[in-house]
């Protein structure tokens, strides 16, 4: 129907994104949770949960977020929830140059700068690097320009031929925690973006002369998976940590990590001392 005797009949917007139903039914299937399993975590019947699922109930906004928590939905995800249940989104998204998160980046840069002589940066969800300390820079020394030019991926500097994989001595090793981790965080996050890379990084070439079984044996991969790598200051072996809010309620806050790196051993201590004097 059209404009019939002075009436405008206005037609519903056609839905784009998933309804809400199928969409809790698409994460507590990446959860590994039934109905059942839900419904207790949730402490609602199975019912509900069936109700909710199949659209014969709608979710409260309270109920969407309630979920969303069970199920350990990601902030951004938790927005798309509330929108397909027709509410608004709540948790907010700033940019990291916004005055909300002033003090936040100030707590980034102290992390950074409090870790020298080892070096450490901030990424984003995507793996996008946010900042970096003094000590990164002389460790990619020789990577292509390419692969330096802003936005610039630090997975993708980590295992293409032309940035750091042909100094990795356990490239094999390193190429695998990295891709299982994130394979991890596609599974987690379902972002479409990681996926991609994923399926990238995956397509990558060996860099050329590699030796799979170089690196295997040393280091400590019996703790943790090490990162060993040719620099100019001789071979230098690392372990990592993550650092992220643990507490952010605001979407970019609650994607932002923050990769330090350890040396492995005090040969490699001592070589990043004197590359980077206090």
């Known amino acids: 129907m059209g404009e019939s005797a002075g009436r405008t009949t206005i037609r519903p917007i056609a839905r784009t994104a998933p309804p ?3 969409l809790l039914r698409q994460w507590r299937r990446r959860r590994g949770f039934s109905q059942l399993d839900l419904a207790c975590e949730a402490d609602i019947s199975t019912r509900h949960v069936s109700f909710l699922e199949t659209g014969r109930s709608l979710p409260s906004r309270s109920m969407v ?30 940019g990291l140059d916004d005055p909300a998160l002033i003090a936040a980046r100030k707590a980034v840069d102290l992390v ?24 990164v820079a002389p460790l990619l020394a020789g990577v292509a320009e390419e692969l330096l030019r802003p936005p610039v991926n630090v997975l993708r500097l ?14 094999s090793q390193w190429r695998g925690h990295v891709l299982t981790r ?30 799979p079984k170089a690196g ?6 019996d703790v943790v998976i090490p990162l060993r790598l040719r620099t100019d200051a001789g071979l230098l072996s690392f372990f990592s940590t993550t650092t992220v809010f643990g507490t952010a309620v605001d979407v970019t806050l609650s994607e932002l990590a923050i990769e330090a ?7 490699a201590a001592d070589a990043l001392r004197r590359t980077l004097p206090p």
Do not use: C
């Open 112 to 135: 950074l700068t409090g870790h020298e002589p080892y070096p450490a940066l901030a990424v984003d969800r995507h793996w996008t690097l946010v900042a970096a300390n003094r000590a």
């Open 261 to 267: 790196f350890f040396p492995a051993d005090a040969a």
């Open 182 to 211: 994130l394979a991890r965080q596609v599974d987690v996050s379902a972002d479409p973006v990681l996926a991609s890379l994923h399926a990238e990084l995956k397509a990558l070439p060996a860099p050329e002369a590699f030796d």
């Open 20 to 22: 809400v139903g199928k």
């Open 158 to 171: 980590s295992l293409h031929p032309a940035g750091l994989a042909a100094r990795i001595v356990n490239f």
């Open 216 to 221: 295997m044996a040393e280091g400590h991969a």
């Open 65 to 94: 977020i309630h979920l969303a928590e069970r199920l350990d939905i990601p902030l951004r995800e938790r927005n798309g929830l509330l929108m397909a249940a027709g509410y608004a989104p709540v948790y907010p998204e700033h």
